[in-house]
């Protein structure tokens, strides 16, 4: 059945990329054989691929946690089980570099979408295994990377921001996004298995503002798009290893 946001039927694929970014899309798609666009239906714009013989659908849930839910949700109507968020975030740790990337373990959930779904003590959490394979993906690859906790948040522009990204770097939070703990939550909840490979486009304390250090990104500052390509790799070279491990 046609769903009715993401626009897509069943395609017999179960491992997906979810970028936020509709253009990111486009650039994942560039590491895929025989990519072929799918459709592009209000955020979400899809395209399916081969990487290393695993098929893959790659498809953007735009900004903030409502959105991602929804494609979520249907991306498991038509046969979607395991789905790695590829993200960006703000560094809330000193030693956290530009380009590096952050592989959440838990998060914060101050999202709106997943506290509709359940009280706000129920965890936001990957699946072990899944996050195994990201965590084993980055370091074969030697890239820098970090796990810990991340926070999820609603708006980029409450007039105390600074003082709430300080609060959470106390308590060694180290980025924060908007979809992680929308995207962890849902999926567990549904029985499906996910991940998030977040890259830092700005740096605590010397850019403390994360919503210039993301427009920089967007403008394609080339630290902050070296790790773009950091995390398509880590995802697509995680997929392979779950794929093997499913059989």
């Not at 626009?7 to 994942?28: E, F, K, M, S, T």
């Not at 498809?59 to 991306?75: D, K, N, P, R, V």
């Not at 979408?113 to 996050?131: C, K, N």
């Not at 810990?148 to 600074?162: K, P, Q, T, W």
């Amino acid at each position: 059945m046609l769903q009715p946001h993401i626009q897509l039927d069943d395609l017999g694929i179960r491992y997906a990329l979810l970028p936020g970014d509709p253009g990111r899309v486009g650039r994942i798609g560039a590491f895929l054989e025989d990519a072929k666009e799918l459709g592009f239906s209000r955020e979400y714009r899809s395209l399916r691929g081969r990487y290393k013989g695993v098929d893959v659908l790659v498809m953007s849930t735009g900004m903030g946690g409502t959105s991602a839910a929804i494609g979520l949700e249907e991306l498991r109507r038509i046969g979607v089980d395991t789905v790695i968020r590829v993200g960006s975030c703000g560094a809330l740790q000193a030693e956290i570099r530009k380009g590096d990337l952050i592989l959440p373990c838990g998060a914060v959930r101050q999202d709106g979408v997943s506290r509709t779904y359940i009280e706000e003590f129920y965890p936001a959490v990957p699946d072990p295994e899944l996050l195994q394979c990201c965590i084993a993906a980055a370091k074969e690859q030697g890239f820098p990377c970090h796990v810990g906790v991340v926070r999820s948040h609603e708006s980029f522009y409450l007039d105390n921001m600074a003082e709430i990204n300080a609060y959470w770097s106390e308590r060694r939070v180290l980025g924060s996004d908007q979809e992680t703990a929308g995207v962890l939550t849902v999926s567990w909840l549904r029985g499906l298995r996910a991940a998030s490979i977040l890259n830092a486009v700005s740096q605590w304390k010397t850019e403390t503002d994360i919503a210039q250090g993301v427009g920089a990104y967007a403008g394609g500052e080339t630290t902050a798009a070296e790790g773009e390509r950091r995390e398509i790799l880590v995802a697509l070279e995680a997929l392979v290893k779950i794929a093997e491990k499913d059989g």
